[in-house]
């Protein structure tokens, strides 16, 4: 009696074992919409490492900020990375929706999915500029010779390859002559000069002007001693399967923004003239400098 009591037991328990699973999967089975809705979309804006996190979001915060309150149900979020390599990973891994790169990753961006549709103005200032304490005793690139020179990146245009292909272009060695050390920002590299780490700081003037303003005790014991030539400036990209609507209106506001009294002080921050329309075609000049300096230098990925 009590082995058939014990049997009848253990059939009740799998049959609520059994129920209970059957309620779970029905519970939890997925469904799936025919319609794909923009409402309560959010949109990922990167912006390469040109500050600190903290500082990238004063300054180009307020961009994603007004793309949002133009849209219904859509929201731009900015996402700041602690480094050239972080930003790159999340970059060629498609984690962006819109990015802004600098030109090498706008390049290399587009042959990851994304589409080039602006650019930032101002390509007068996307120039290299190593920046030395004013009591140092350099007089010419040649005398860096058997010295340390800082940048931010391996990666990074304007900062660190216009920079050593200008040294190239002086007679130096890069890979043999001079110690290069790769510091993480553009602040950073600034520093190595102040605190007399580095014979020079490569970085390019945008970093250069902010460190002026937020570091006048600093800046006033240094000076800019050389110049590169210039390059087209840092581009806007988007993912390739984010809806043309979204793009060109993203477009419009952002090509705008110099013509209204919020986007001059928000362009101001940055400091920027305007943001403009750009294409593949606009780089070109960039990818033609990449291969010589991938040929005469090296990769442009390699420390």
Same mark, same amino acid.
């Given at each position: 009696?009590?082995?058939?009591?014990?049997?009848?037991?253990?059939?009740?328990?799998?049959?609520?074992?059994?129920?209970?699973?059957?309620?779970?999967?029905?519970?939890?089975?997925?469904?799936?919409?025919?319609?794909?809705?923009?409402?309560? @979309?959010?949109?990922?804006?990167?912006?390469?490492?040109?500050?600190?996190?903290?500082?990238?979001?004063?300054?180009?915060?307020?961009?994603?900020?007004?793309?949002?309150?133009?849209?219904?149900?859509?929201?731009?979020?900015?996402?700041?990375?602690?480094?050239?390599?972080?930003?790159?990973?999340?970059?060629?891994?498609?984690?962006?929706?819109?990015?802004?790169?600098?030109?090498?990753?706008?390049?290399?961006?587009?042959?990851?999915?994304?589409?080039?549709?602006?650019?930032?103005?101002?390509?007068?200032?996307?120039?290299?500029?190593?920046?030395?304490?004013?009591?140092?005793?350099?007089?010419?690139?040649?005398?860096?010779?058997?010295?340390?020179?800082?940048?931010?990146?391996?990666?990074?245009?304007?900062?660190?390859?216009?920079?050593?292909?200008?040294?190239?272009?002086?007679?130096?060695?890069?890979?043999?002559?001079?110690?290069?050390?790769?510091?993480?920002?553009?602040?950073?590299?600034?520093?190595?000069?102040?605190?007399?780490?580095?014979?020079?700081?490569?970085?390019?003037?945008?970093?250069?002007?902010?460190?002026?303003?937020?570091?006048?005790?600093?800046?006033?014991?240094?000076?800019?001693?050389?110049?590169?030539?210039?390059?087209?400036?840092?581009?806007?990209?988007?993912?390739?399967?984010?809806?043309?609507?979204?793009?060109?209106?993203?477009?419009?506001?952002?090509f705008t923004l110099h013509e209204n009294e919020i986007g001059q002080t928000i362009l101001a921050r940055?400091?920027?003239?305007?943001?403009?329309?750009?294409?593949?075609?606009?780089?070109?000049?960039?990818?033609?400098?990449? @291969?010589?300096?991938?040929?005469?230098?090296?990769?442009?990925?390699?420390?």
């Amino acid at each position: 009696m009590q082995f058939k009591n014990a049997l009848w037991c253990l059939g009740l328990v799998m049959l609520l074992v059994s129920c209970g699973q059957q309620e779970t999967e029905q519970q939890y089975k997925p469904e799936f919409s025919q319609q794909t809705t923009a409402q309560n @979309q959010e949109y990922i804006f990167g912006v390469h490492p040109l500050h600190n996190p903290k500082q990238l979001q004063a300054v180009y915060g307020p961009v994603a900020n007004y793309l949002s309150q133009h849209f219904d149900n859509v929201q731009f979020r900015l996402e700041a990375s602690r480094n050239y390599a972080a930003y790159e990973e999340k970059l060629y891994a498609g984690k962006f929706h819109f990015a802004l790169p600098n030109p090498y990753q706008t390049i290399t961006a587009e042959d990851k999915g994304y589409t080039i549709f602006g650019k930032m103005g101002d390509d007068e200032n996307f120039r290299g500029i190593f920046i030395t304490r004013k009591d140092s005793i350099l007089k010419q690139p040649n005398d860096l010779k058997g010295q340390k020179v800082s940048y931010p990146a391996p990666t990074a245009l304007a900062a660190t390859m216009l920079p050593q292909y200008f040294l190239h272009s002086n007679g130096i060695d890069v890979n043999q002559d001079i110690e290069n050390l790769y510091v993480g920002s553009q602040e950073s590299s600034i520093m190595n000069a102040y605190l007399g780490q580095v014979a020079a700081a490569a970085t390019w003037p945008l970093p250069w002007k902010i460190f002026l303003k937020e570091k006048p005790n600093f800046a006033t014991e240094l000076e800019v001693k050389w110049e590169t030539p210039t390059l087209p400036n840092n581009g806007l990209v988007v993912r390739a399967d984010i809806p043309q609507d979204i793009v060109q209106k993203v477009s419009d506001l952002l090509f705008t923004l110099h013509e209204n009294e919020i986007g001059q002080t928000i362009l101001a921050r940055m400091p920027l003239s305007k943001f403009e329309a750009a294409n593949s075609e606009t780089f070109q000049v960039v990818r033609d400098f990449i @291969q010589t300096f991938s040929q005469e230098i090296r990769p442009p990925n390699s420390e």
